[in-house]
């Protein structure tokens, strides 16, 4: 699976593994690292992320992963709470969300956009960051 944001490209592999290309000054690859990358280059796989990562998706400036058991995760930009983890914090790496919030429930997808993101679980859609013109 791949997923396009503003400049950047991330992919998930079949075993699980998610790489990442493209402009990176906002750390947006999840490479713990502003600098761009001219090659694909691994962010993780399940050995970090504690299951094999089966979808991916890229906003302007942030991205955000879904693993087999469920799990969400999000990185980078998160000036408008749009990674979901109740601060407005960046994060230059994956970095997961508790399913409590989720009502304790596995996440299915996730969409990002501009600054906010949807998230699909088992029971209903959740969604987080920038409310401009009714997008929440």
Do not use: Y
């Not at 906002?26 to 962010?43: F, H, W």
């Not at 992320?49 to 089966?54: L, T, V």
């Not at 302007?60 to 969400?72: E, I, N, Y």
């Amino acid at each position: 699976m791949a997923a396009c944001g503003s400049d950047f490209t991330i992919v998930v592999t079949e075993p699980g593994d998610v790489w990442s290309w493209g402009e990176g000054k906002a750390g947006q690859l999840g490479l713990n690292t502003i600098e761009d990358q001219l090659l694909p280059k691994r962010v993780a796989g399940h050995e970090v992320f504690g299951a094999r990562m089966f979808m991916v998706a890229a906003g302007d400036q942030h991205s955000a992963g879904v693993t087999a058991d469920g799990t969400l995760l999000t990185w980078r930009r998160g000036s408008d709470g749009q990674l979901g983890h109740g601060d407005r914090e960046d994060r230059l790496r994956p970095e997961g969300i508790s399913r409590e919030i989720f009502g304790g429930r596995p996440v299915l997808m996730v969409s990002c956009g501009l600054g906010h993101t949807m998230v699909l679980a088992v029971g209903g859609l959740w969604t987080c960051g920038t409310g401009q013109h009714g997008k929440l």
